[in-house]
């Protein structure tokens, strides 16, 4: 099967940590670039951070700018999303997708942010619920 898998999910306390994986499986995954997206209760489906598969250019959003990181372990097949100083804010389930042609001509930043993109991504998982709460 050709799938990518989100895990790392949870509770955790203002200003905790999670560390969110991407898994692929059927395919190889640095062949793609990678998306983080995020979409909390009665709000729309935001772009959080997204790598690309050439030079590893990453983007982040504002709002998670200098708390969340994101990088690959190719040998593991897996993608990372490192979240620290989290708030309730960050409250929401998120999704990992993966794109091998488009990224080759726009940049990482575009299909981070740009709507009209992410419709071309090749695959999506099925999320994982992050919850930050007291």
């Known amino acids: 099967q050709l799938q990518l898998v989100e895990s790392g999910g949870g509770l955790v306390q203002p200003g905790g940590s999670l560390r969110l994986s991407c898994a692929a499986s059927?395919?190889?995954?640095?062949?793609?670039?990678i998306g983080w997206f995020r979409q909390a209760p009665g709000k729309e489906r935001e772009g959080v951070s997204c790598?690309?598969?050439?030079?590893?250019?990453?983007y982040y959003a504002d709002s998670v700018k200098g708390r969340f990181t994101i990088f690959r372990d190719n040998a593991k097949n897996t993608v990372y999303l490192q979240m620290n100083s989290l708030k309730p804010e960050d409250t929401g389930v998120y999704y990992c997708?993966?794109?091998?042609?488009?990224?080759?001509?726009?940049?990482?930043?575009?299909?981070?942010?740009?709507?009209?993109?992410?419709?071309?991504?090749?695959?999506w998982g099925q999320g994982t619920q992050v919850t930050v709460s007291s």
């Open positions: 790598i690309s598969k050439i030079d590893s250019t990453t």
């Open positions: 997708a993966a794109d091998r042609i488009w990224s080759r001509i726009t940049s990482v930043q575009n299909m981070c942010v740009m709507r009209t993109y992410w419709n071309e991504y090749d695959f």
């Open positions: 059927g395919f190889t995954l640095d062949r793609y670039a």
